[in-house]
């Protein structure tokens, strides 16, 4: 690996680097604790697009770790960051939850199925059929059509669920036309939320638990790369893929000592 600067800022994913399935991944805690106490900038990153940061921030501190709204990055915040640097001050038939349309009423865009400028479609919980429908009608009519993230299925306790890449396919599928994703593996999602936190990309870690999205994305951004194992990912199944990160730890624990 190439001599790289001091680590000065950190980007990390949440689901599987600092979270477990709603619990914290051990050491997460006092990594987070590190992170604040030594005044480092950072911000966590998730393509779920459902929350904003401060209802993520709350779901967290019940989870025991305590991480300012400032120092969340949703796929929607990007997907936002985006439009508002591609057409300021738009319009957009928005499908999805409050994380995505609360992030496009903070950079002014109007909400409508009228002509809309994009239609953005996003993650939920409760995809409409009537919303499909009419997403698919407004890109025939010629709306742009922006997706969150390419995640084809989401967890629940009751096993998947089709999340936006699956949901995509099926508007890409009756349109022919395909969505441009903003969220992970797009390197924008890490160049959007490093400017957020005013950092640079040769001294700055992306900690993730996959290979094919945090990884690579870090990876394209330019970011010194730290696959943890408490994820998807196996120690074994690293060598599999034609990239390697530049660290594979066995979770961010083994990672406090190397902010200070």
């Given amino acids: 690996m190439n001599e790289r600067r001091p680590i000065e800022c950190w980007l990390s994913d949440m689901d599987g680097v600092l979270v477990h399935e709603g619990h914290p991944v051990p050491g997460a805690d006092e990594f ?3 992170l604040r106490e030594t005044g480092k900038r950072f911000m966590v990153l998730t393509n779920n697009s459902i929350y904003t940061p401060r209802d993520l921030a709350v779901r967290l501190r019940a989870a025991g770790l305590e991480i300012p709204p400032e120092s969340i990055w949703t796929s929607a915040l990007a997907t936002a960051k985006f439009l508002d640097d591609q057409r300021p001050g738009g319009s957009a038939y928005a499908v999805g939850e409050a994380g995505l ?17 994009y239609v953005v479609l996003g993650e939920t919980r409760t995809y409409s059929f009537t919303q499909i429908t009419r997403a698919i009608r407004l890109i025939e ?18 096993g998947s669920l089709p999340a936006c890449g699956a949901v995509a396919a099926l508007i890409t599928k009756a349109t022919g036309v395909e969505p441009y994703f903003v ?23 992306m900690i993730g638990d996959r290979m094919d999205t945090d990884i690579v994305s870090g990876m394209e ?3 010194h790369t730290i696959l943890v194992l408490t994820g998807v990912v ?23 000592g190397m902010v200070g």
Avoid at 101 to 117: M, R, S, W
Avoid at 141 to 158: C, H, K, L, Y
């Fill in 141 to 158: 009519g010629g709306a742009r059509f922006i997706a969150t993230n390419p995640d084809p299925v989401g967890p629940s306790n009751e």
């Fill in 101 to 117: 349309t609360t992030a496009l009423h903070e950079i002014g865009y109007v909400l409508t199925d009228l002509d809309p400028d």
């Fill in 32 to 34: 987070i604790r590190r």
């Fill in 221 to 223: 951004a330019g970011l």
């Fill in 234 to 256: 196996a120690k074994e199944q690293v060598d599999r893929f034609p990239f390697r990160p530049s660290q594979v730890v066995d979770s961010v624990a083994d990672l406090i």
């Fill in 183 to 205: 969220g992970k593996p797009n390197p924008m999602m890490m160049r959007s939320a490093l400017r957020a936190i005013d950092g640079h990309s040769e001294s700055t870690a």
